[in-house]
């Protein structure tokens, strides 16, 4: 199965660090026009089941 894979990260201004780095794979294509998108459902997919896993701890 043909898969892509799509690293985010996100940085400071200020201090120039890294707050928040992520990744993922996908099987549907991904476009400039899309990826803020797949991004956006893929770190709200991770809230969830992170969240999920803390109540259940």
Request: glycine share 8%; with cysteine; charged share 25%.
């Amino acid at each position: 199965m043909p898969v892509t894979w799509v690293s985010l990260e996100i940085h400071n201004k200020g201090t120039g660090k890294t707050t928040f780095r992520t990744a993922l794979v996908t099987d549907l294509p991904v476009t400039r026009h899309n990826v803020e998108e797949i991004v956006a459902c893929g770190r709200a997919r991770w809230k969830c089941e992170n969240e999920g896993h803390h109540v259940l701890e």
